[in-house]
């Protein structure tokens, strides 16, 4: 049974897909906690109720990056984590941090990475006129928003799609996408090549969904 340590910022709707699924799909594995960096967390809520242990560890309460690393890690580690799963963590990690969870740390990003790393990742891909969006389930190395892409989700750019309609119809996508990226994962049937690809052992094609 592997356990599964999710880190969040807010909302949370991610974890809760991916613990909807964990529970309705019988993985071998566990929600060991949900940590979040912010006590409003909505997410939290939703852990606390279903009966998933909680912590916070607030990044303001620590003078730098490393320092707030640190003591995130620990807490992390007292969960004995087999994989770290950041679902919507809106912290830029030091490289001590992510070299400790080297192989071991998932990320989804809201667009078709390499594509718009970082933040408004929507209004940028409407405004540069894509016709297509979506979303990428990747493993975390130290540059932000790179690293080995796992699987990618896919919505067609609507001309009338403003930011927030946008920003919905791939939210849908990633509530699919994360879980199965994840129960790959946990089945050991992906992996990294030496060219840095993710590649699904059994041939599976989907590693691409919508479109
Ligand atoms: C998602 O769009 C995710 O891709 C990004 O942050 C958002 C988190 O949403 N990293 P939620 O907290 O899972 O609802």
């Known amino acids: 049974m592997k356990n599964l340590v999710i880190l969040i910022s807010g909302r ?9 699924a964990c ?9 060991a906690a949900v940590i ?17 242990p909680t912590a916070v560890v607030n990044h303001r309460d620590f003078e730098d990056r490393e320092a707030f690393d640190a003591a995130l890690a620990q ?9 770290v799963v950041l679902a919507g963590f809106m912290r830029i990690l030091t490289p001590g941090f992510v070299q400790h969870y080297s192989g071991r740390m998932l990320n989804i990003h809201p667009s078709l990475l390499p594509a718009f790393p970082g933040l408004h990742t929507h209004r940028r891909a409407i405004e540069a006129g894509c ?20 699987a990618q989700a896919v919505v067609q750019v609507r001309p009338d799609d403003t930011e927030d309609t946008l920003a919905a119809r791939v ?8 879980p199965r990226a994840l129960r790959w ?21 989907q590693q691409l969904i919508g479109g």
């Open 12 to 20: 949370g709707s991610n974890m809760v897909a991916i613990a909807e």
């Open 23 to 31: 529970a309705a799909e019988g993985w071998d594995a566990r929600i």
């Open 36 to 52: 979040s960096n912010r006590i409003d967390a909505q997410g939290l809520v939703y852990a606390q109720r279903n009966g998933i």
């Open 75 to 83: 807490v992390i580690d007292g969960f004995e984590p087999d994989l």
């Open 131 to 150: 016709k297509v969006a979506g979303t990428t389930v990747h493993v975390v190395t130290p540059e932000l928003d790179h690293g080995p892409i796992v």
């Open 171 to 178: 939210l849908v996508m990633e509530h699919r996408l994360y």
């Open 185 to 205: 994962w946990i089945e050991g049937v992906l992996e990294v090549t030496v060219d840095g690809r993710v590649v699904h052992l059994g041939g599976e094609p």
